[in-house]
């Protein structure tokens, strides 16, 4: 088993969390080789962030990982080159862009979960922040890549307690989405 992901948004949205809370799961919950790379600009500079990991069940798979060239999911945050991204996506691909940022079409074979995912966020949680993890949330349900209860406990291990019940509420309304 071999899954890349690729993660991108802009400085402030997440993005370097989402990487780390997967790959902590997948490693040291469910016992997987991960391997990743992050790219990160300021939330005040605006510019893109970006995580590209892989996640496997043998280091070989797993060693000598640079980028994302053939992901298995995809999470578009914000749509910087959304169209260039979306050529690396084939037809089992699961894309998953947040329509907030994106009013215009999207072209893609593969499969597709365009929701509003930000704005979401803060109507149902008024924390538009927490909209990576109401994304996560329906990346487990969608995908089966992680367990729920192990997002729960990857959020109990990285995050601060005070920011549990936001982030916990947030990845239940994600999963709560349909598939």
């Known amino acids: 088993m071999r899954h890349e992901i690729l993660i991108v948004g802009r400085g402030g949205q997440g993005v370097l969390l989402l990487g780390r809370l997967i790959g902590l799961i997948a490693s040291k919950y469910m016992n997987y080789y991960t391997s990743g790379t992050e790219h990160y600009a300021s939330e ?3 510019g893109e962030s970006r995580v590209d990991m892989v996640i496997a069940d043998s280091l070989e798979e797993a060693f000598n990982f ?3 060239t053939n992901p298995h999911i995809m999470i578009l945050l914000y749509p910087y080159n959304l169209d260039s991204y979306l050529k690396l996506a084939q037809r089992e691909t699961f894309v998953f ?9 999207v072209r893609t074979e593969a499969k597709l979960y365009a929701h ?6 803060e109507r149902l949680l008024n924390n538009p922040r927490v909209a990576n993890m109401l994304l996560l949330g329906h990346v487990v349900k969608v995908t089966n890549l992680l367990p729920l209860d192990y997002v729960k406990m990857g959020i109990a291990e990285l995050l601060d307690k005070r920011y549990h019940e936001a982030n916990f509420k947030a990845l ?4 709560n989405l349909p598939a």
């Open 66 to 68: 640079v980028s994302a």
């Open 97 to 105: 862009l947040d329509k907030t940022f994106h009013q215009g079409e």
């Open 172 to 175: 239940e309304a994600g999963f």
């Open 44 to 46: 005040t500079r605006g």
């Open 116 to 121: 509003e995912y930000t704005r979401l966020a």
